[in-house]
C-alpha cells in the first residue's frame, strides 16, 4: 500500500472526512488530500501522523504490514515473527475490543490444557 492508501485507510476507520482529518493535524484540506492521492508526501507531519493513529512511521511509508511494532529494545529479545505470526497479529490488531478479548480468552484456555499444572502442597 501506498503512504496515501494507508491514510485513507486510517480516516476511514475513525469516520473522517478529509475536511476533519485536515483540521486535526493542522494543515489545510487541499495539502491533506495531496497526500492520500500521493500527489506529495507528509514528511514535515509524518511523525504527527503516526502519533495520531498510533503506527509507526514504517507503516504509513508502507515499509511494514504491521501497524505498532515493539520498540527496538523489546525486539532484540524476541525471535523473528514468522509471516504466520505477523498475519495474525495484523488481524489481531484489526479487531475491536470484544473481538480481542475473546481472542484472549480462547488463547488463555487453550494454553491452560498444555501447560503443567502446579498444585498446592502448603498444608
Given at each position: 500500500m501506498t503512504t496515501g492508501e494507508r491514510?485513507?485507510?486510517l480516516r476511514n476507520k475513525l469516520?473522517?472526512?478529509q475536511e476533519q482529518m485536515a483540521d486535526?493535524?493542522?494543515v489545510k484540506r487541499s495539502t491533506y488530500a495531496k497526500w492520500e492521492k500521493d500527489t506529495n508526501q507528509?514528511?514535515?507531519k509524518l511523525k504527527d501522523i503516526?502519533?495520531?493513529f498510533h503506527v509507526t512511521t514504517d507503516y504509513l511509508l508502507g515499509n511494514t504490514d504491521?501497524?505498532?511494532e515493539p520498540p527496538?529494545?523489546?525486539a532484540a529479545g524476541m525471535q523473528a515473527l514468522t509471516p504466520q505470526d505477523q498475519e495474525l497479529l495484523r488481524k489481531y490488531h484489526e479487531l475491536d475490543s470484544r473481538g480481542k478479548q475473546a481472542v484472549l480468552d480462547t488463547l488463555d484456555r487453550e494454553h491452560s490444557y498444555t501447560t503443567p499444572q502446579i498444585e498446592d502442597t502448603a498444608m
Open positions: 491514510l485513507i485507510e469516520g473522517f472526512s486535526e493535524l493542522g507528509p514528511t514535515r503516526a502519533a495520531y504491521i501497524p505498532n527496538a529494545s523489546a
